[in-house]
């Protein structure tokens, strides 16, 4: 299993430049989750997904966006690319709840700034 | 890479020491805690997990302690070494919701 794999590893964008990272996962997890990390913090969840076809925010949603059309994939998107938004992004899938555990697997990460 | 370490707390042990690391979580009712380990540019990584129903969990050279009565999470790592070098966090979750709530992080700087 390759795991949770995600690209590009880097990327600088322009202010107001759009994008799509890319996410997927080879496990047949249910479950799969944006975060983004600023520098000396925690993990802030942008975005999850439950399963394919079903998305809902966290606790930074704004200026993002989201789709799960396949149990693999969960990209997310940045239509209008601001200079906030320059973070590292990671994505992380999981077992469902009735598997019994929480834990979440996550990519190596997208290093995204913006200018 | 970039560092994910600046203005985090940071504990320095010599290689060979015993390490504690804390961690205060903020939901009372949190019933699942993992702690994850993040070297420099790369993503968290499990490193072991503990129920509610359990005040201890052992796992290879590391131990967490959970107190639910202060909501209080400890990681101990055994005979430090410098490959433990990176940021612990920890994460609380409850049962029946599909998120985790990570915590700001601890720097573990190992010296040979």
């Known amino acids: 299993n390759a795991g949770v794999t995600q690209t590009p590893k880097f990327r600088i964008l322009k202010i107001g430049q759009s994008m799509t990272l890319q996410c997927t996962q080879d496990?047949?997890?249910?479950?799969m989750y944006w975060y983004r990390q600023d520098p000396g913090m925690g993990l802030k969840l942008i975005y999850y997904?439950?399963?394919?076809?079903?998305?809902d925010k966290g606790e930074v949603p704004n200026g993002y966006n989201v789709s799960r059309s396949t149990t693999e994939d969960f990209p997310l998107r940045l239509e209008l690319a601001a200079p906030s938004q320059t973070s590292v992004y990671f994505c992380?899938?999981?077992?469902?709840?009735?598997?019994?555990?929480?834990?979440?697997?996550f990519g190596p990460g997208t290093r995204l700034t913006v200018l | 890479g970039e560092s994910v370490g600046l203005h985090l707390p940071t504990l320095s042990v010599q290689e060979g020491d015993n390490s504690i690391i804390n961690c205060a979580y903020s939901?009372?009712?949190?019933?699942?805690f993992i702690w994850y380990k993040q070297e420099s540019g790369k993503g968290p990584q499990f490193i072991i997990d503990?129920?509610?129903?359990?005040d201890k969990r052992q796992g290879q050279r590391v131990t967490v302690l959970l107190n639910k009565t202060v909501k209080h999470l400890s990681l101990q790592i055994a005979a430090t070494q410098p490959g433990d070098s990176a940021v612990y966090f920890c994460?609380?979750?409850?049962?029946?919701?599909?998120?985790?709530?990570f915590g700001k992080g601890t720097m573990l700087l190992v010296s040979p």
């Open positions: 994460a609380e979750s409850l049962t029946g919701y599909s998120t985790l709530t």
């Open positions: 992380a899938s999981s077992y469902s709840v009735f598997k019994g555990t929480d834990t979440q697997y």
């Open positions: 503990i129920r509610s129903n359990m």
């Open positions: 496990m047949n997890h249910n479950y």
């Open positions: 997904s439950v399963g394919a076809g079903i998305t």
């Open positions: 939901n009372s009712a949190s019933d699942y």
